[in-house]
Nanobody, 116 residues
Framework: VQLVESGGGLVQPGGSLRLSCAASGFTFSAYAMSWYRQAPGKERERVAGISGYTGMTNYADSVKGRFTISRDNAKNSVYLQMNSLKPEDTAVYSC??????????WGQGTQVTVSP
C-alpha cells in the first residue's frame, strides 16, 4: 500500500495550490479519502473528506468555501484544491485512506507554506 502526496510548496497569501495523492496497493474506490494537516505545535486537523463510491464531501469550518476535495477513481488519485490561502494554512498536509475500522493508510505528507 502506498499513498504519495505532491504539489506542496511556498505560496503567497491569497494564492492557490493543488495537492495530489496517488494511491496504489488497495481498491481505491472502496475507501474514503481525507486530507489532514498538522502545523508545528498543533494537533492534527482533518481538513476535508470524500466518500468512496458516492463522492460525498465534507470540510472543516476553517477551509469551507476555499478548499475543494475531489477524486478520480480511474486514476487512483485524490486532490485538494486550495484557494485564498492564508498564513494559518501553513502545515504538513497528508492524505489518508480508510475503510471501516480495520484499514487505515497514510501518506508521508507534503509541506505547504503560506508566506509573503
Amino acid at each position: 500500500v502506498q499513498l504519495v502526496e505532491s504539489g506542496g510548496g511556498l505560496v503567497q497569501p491569497g494564492g492557490s495550490l493543488r495537492l495530489s495523492c496517488a494511491a496504489s496497493g488497495f481498491t481505491f474506490s472502496a475507501y474514503a479519502m481525507s486530507w489532514y494537516r498538522q502545523a508545528p505545535g498543533k494537533e492534527r486537523e482533518r481538513v476535508a473528506g470524500i466518500s468512496g463510491y458516492t463522492g460525498m464531501t465534507n470540510y472543516a469550518d476553517s477551509v469551507k468555501g476555499r478548499f475543494t476535495i475531489s477524486r478520480d477513481n480511474a486514476k487512483n488519485s485524490v486532490y485538494l484544491q486550495m484557494n485564498s490561502l492564508k498564513p494559518e494554512d501553513t502545515a504538513v498536509y497528508s492524505c489518508n485512506a480508510r475503510r471501516g475500522r480495520t484499514y487505515d493508510y497514510w501518506g508521508q505528507g507534503t509541506q505547504v507554506t503560506v508566506s509573503p
